[in-house]
């Protein structure tokens, strides 16, 4: 396959998938006002109402990966995005909680497949030392969604109401998955499938080896705090901490959008260039990893003069954990690249649920102040999370040490 047919037929349709996914994901930070006045929802309920979508996506992880392995990721793919296509349009008609958490759940599973799909096809078709590359170039698609997210979601509620909004985003899904059916590879697995039995006992003994509970804990907490936090608490932050109006909120999270973006390709193109001078990937993602903490430390202190500038980075670096799935991934063999990937992903949105569901209850135990929610709780809360992820570090760094494997398997 061709360079250009290599963009334009395995990578660009899952991307376009991606980009949807990550859209529906942090849409809640620009709705939330609304969604708040229409239900007068507490925060733990907002919370919890938002990580419905992050549950359900990251309960069907260890499933998606014997399917992506099984049937590829064309087929998956497309199906899921017609769920979430539905799963909008009942967000769309809901008339209470109950039917925005469970339509929001729907969108979640629909989606579950936004980010595993597009590695799969990459862990496929991209040459094993262009896949850091490839996987962060698919991810700043998905960032390209947090930006639509921001102010054009803004504008668009403003024009038609939050409801119609979903409505828009279900046609757009659908298109999305349109285009995968037409333009992504038929033939999109390499080998023919083991039994379902065998391959459910294969990802069981993935998260048995002493290399996954080594890497999970680290990789689930640093990318999940950042998923839980930018796609809907960032926003509350900016109002209550900072006392910006709703147009000034819109107008930061779109910075940090941007920042995301940027942040997660840059990072890319430097793994792909000092995998070439013999640094490894993991070594990248702990330097990386090294300014994300200091940039949380900065949020949860409130250090005026540094607080948007540590947002920004927290948006950029939140996610250099992908630099770890192709590592990952030759370490337990290309045939097994979907359910590796999975397991991974799963630990990564249990702790997104779990990050965006108890910053809400953690808020919600300091009382309310003039412009919204307690300043003081929303240190505790991201503090917390903080903690939990400089103890993932030294777990990581105190397990023995694992040689990085560099070269194709077979």
Not at 10 to 34: E, Q
Not at 93 to 101: C, E, K, S, T, Y
Not at 128 to 153: D, Q
Not at 255 to 267: C, K, P, T
């Amino acid at each position: 396959m061709t360079p250009l047919r290599l963009v334009f037929s395995a990578l660009l349709p899952f991307a376009a998938g991606y980009f949807m996914s990550y859209l529906l994901r942090a849409v809640n930070a620009v709705v939330a006002p609304d969604l708040v006045k229409d239900l007068s929802l507490s925060p733990g309920q907002l919370g919890l109402l938002t990580a419905a979508y992050l549950g359900a996506f990251a309960l069907f992880q260890l499933p998606l990966g014997v399917l992506l392995d099984r049937y590829g990721p064309r087929k998956v793919q497309a199906g899921l995005l017609c769920v979430a296509a539905a799963g909008c349009a009942a967000f769309a008609f809901a008339p209470g909680f109950i039917g925005l958490f469970a339509a929001r759940a729907v969108i979640g599973l629909g989606f579950s497949a936004g980010l595993m799909a597009s590695y799969k096809s990459s862990a496929t078709w991209v040459p094993a030392e262009r896949r850091s590359l490839a996987n962060t170039a698919i991810m700043s698609m998905g960032a390209l969604g947090v930006v639509v997210a921001t102010e054009p979601t803004a504008w668009l509620v403003g024009l038609i109401g939050w409801r119609n909004a979903f409505l828009v985003f279900s046609g757009m899904v659908l298109l999305a998955a349109g285009f995968i059916l037409a333009a992504a590879p038929r033939k999109d697995t390499l080998t023919a499938p083991a039994p379902l039995k065998q391959q459910f006992s294969q990802m069981i003994a993935i998260m048995k080896t002493p290399l996954f509970w080594r890497i999970a804990p680290l990789l689930g907490l640093t990318s999940g705090v950042q998923i839980g936090i930018q796609t809907l608490w960032a926003g509350p932050w900016l109002r209550d901490v900072m006392g910006y109006s709703r147009a000034q909120v819109a107008h930061h999270l779109l910075f940090m959008a941007v920042a995301f973006m940027l942040g997660i390709l840059s990072v890319g193109i430097i793994a792909d260039r000092l995998a070439r001078r013999g640094i490894g990937p993991m070594q990248v993602m702990l330097g990386f990893n090294s300014v994300y903490f200091v940039a949380q430390a900065i949020i949860v202190l409130r250090i005026e003069a540094l607080v948007f500038p540590a947002w920004l980075m927290v948006a950029a670096f939140g996610q250099v954990a992908v630099l770890a799935f192709p590592w990952f991934v030759a370490h337990i063999g290309k045939e097994l690249a979907g359910r590796a990937n999975a397991t991974i992903n799963f630990t990564m949105f249990v702790c997104a649920f779990a990050s965006q569901y108890l910053v809400g209850l953690i808020i919600g135990l300091f009382p309310a102040v003039g412009t919204g929610y307690s300043p003081q709780g929303y240190s505790w809360a991201i503090g917390l999370f903080l903690a939990a992820q400089l103890m993932a570090l030294g777990w990581y760094l105190a397990a023995a040490p694992h040689k990085e494997i560099v070269e194709k398997r077979a």
